[in-house]
């Protein structure tokens, strides 16, 4: 197979750790875990103050305790700054997030009888939660949507926005303005590891919350991964990805789109493909050297493909398979005859099936939630929903028949584990 943009290998020849997002350093890593820690125990110490320096450190922005907190007049300013197209795309959103989130709601709670004992499943929302949004070079209006909006579908009384300034101490106005349309409470001028810390233990400013949700740096999810022996956290999450496993009938052209739309994320997007055709990953390699010299945004385009791409050839599709879920990527597309049955295979953060369904779909339009697990993480957790801002609260009532019934076996079970007070207080119910 011809050199192309990204790495190539054959199944047979895969590099023990070929499914690692990025090799470990592990004295970068401790770098990082020491600096955020210092931001964390600077913000715990000095609360306002230190996120003021942070502020103009980071985002030289002057900004005062007085104007952390973004004000109404702010908010109603920043409707001046965008477009009417900008305001009905990020409705569009809500309404079709708001449709599956309350759907998976209502299917949720759960009651059931068994010989006179009823248990129910209730959902009550967390008292209050802080939502993460990047700033930076982007804005990510879509992120409010996928986080705070849901947030609030769920019942969550108190919804706290944290989003980085620019130089002139202001929150971009996308931002703003899905915060607005979303239900947001409060929405402070707070990125970075400051944020997280903020919002975890609170400043004379900003009280804490019970959860933290929302993607970010590497400097973010390391805080959240430090807060998160104190406050709730969603999931670890690092760079985004997709993974796209497609078999010899799928269109190359149309994956190495994919492929190029993930890499602009940033130059640690994963962009992957896996397949038992050689053909097609040939095709793939040569579109995406055609397509990616002359895709806006390129330079960053090239160096996170070059970098972090990838290309694996299977002898089959049940090899493809195997690699696929061992990798477990956040985005998965399957691009391949019966793709609808290979999925109930599959392992990923989530799947999309067929052609017709990118990255870029779920993203905006599918109603999903794009806040989602990577670097293998969907082994174990999933993405976001209305669900992961609610506790789950078992309430159980039983008869005195249906105790009595159950009550010899319940001494069975004391005795066993040397509880005897516990039965002694199921045998007080039939004293007089």
């Not at 002057?62 to 300013?77: F, G, N, R």
């Not at 449709?99 to 967390?126: C, D, H, S, W, Y």
């Not at 931002?175 to 990125?191: F, T």
Request: charged content about 20%; overall charge neutral.
């Amino acid at each position: 197979m011809q050199k192309g943009l990204v790495k190539v290998w054959e199944s047979k020849q895969l590099p023990s750790d070929w499914f690692k997002r990025q090799q470990v350093d592990q004295k970068a890593t401790a770098d990082l875990e020491a600096n955020v820690k210092t931001i964390l125990n600077q913000v715990k110490t000095e609360g306002d103050k230190a996120l003021i320096e942070f502020a103009q450190k980071f985002d030289k922005a002057q900004l005062t305790a007085a104007t952390l907190k973004a004000s109404p007049e702010e908010i109603k300013d920043a409707y001046t700054q965008v477009t009417k197209e900008q305001v009905a795309a990020i409705e569009f959103m809500k309404q079709r997030v708001s449709v599956f989130q309350k759907q998976l709601l209502a299917n949720t709670e759960v009651k059931a009888f068994n010989e006179g004992i009823m248990v129910q499943t209730v959902l009550r929302p967390i008292e209050s939660v802080g939502c993460y949004v990047p700033g930076g070079q982007a804005a990510y209006p879509s992120t409010v949507v996928m986080t705070a909006l849901v947030a609030k579908i769920a019942g969550v009384p108190r919804i706290v926005v944290c989003s980085p300034s620019d130089a002139a101490g202001k929150v971009n106005p996308l931002v703003l303005v899905a915060s607005d349309i979303c239900g947001v409470d409060e929405v402070y001028k707070v990125g970075g590891a400051q944020a997280i810390a903020a919002l975890a233990y609170g400043t004379e400013t900003i009280a804490p919350v019970r959860k933290i949700v929302g993607p970010g740096s590497k400097y973010v999810t390391m805080a959240k991964v430090l807060v998160s022996q104190d406050v709730a956290i969603d999931m670890p999450a690092g760079p985004s990805e997709v993974l796209i496993l497609a078999d010899q009938y799928a269109d190359a052209r149309l994956i190495a789109a994919d492929m190029i739309s993930q890499a602009e994320h940033g130059t640690d997007s994963v962009a992957a493909l896996i397949t038992p055709s050689a053909k097609l990953a040939q095709e793939v390699q040569d579109n995406l050297f055609k397509m990616a010299a002359s895709a806006p945004r390129a330079e960053k385009v090239v160096d996170s493909l070059s970098k972090y791409g990838f290309i694996i050839v299977c002898t089959d599709i049940d090899e493809a398979v195997k690699l696929t879920n061992q990798f477990a990527a956040e985005h998965l597309e399957v691009m391949a005859n019966d793709a609808q049955k290979l999925s109930e295979k599959l392992v990923a953060g989530l799947i999309l099936i067929g052609p017709n369904s990118p990255v870029a779909l779920s993203d905006y339009a599918s109603g999903t939630n794009h806040v989602l697990p990577t670097g293998g993480f969907a082994q174990a957790f999933s993405g976001l929903s209305a669900i992961d801002f609610m506790r789950r609260v078992s309430i159980v009532e039983c008869s005195r028949e249906a105790l009595e019934k159950v009550k010899a076996q319940i001494k069975v079970l004391t005795d066993t584990e040397n509880l005897p007070n516990h039965y002694r207080a199921i045998e007080a119910r039939f004293q007089k």
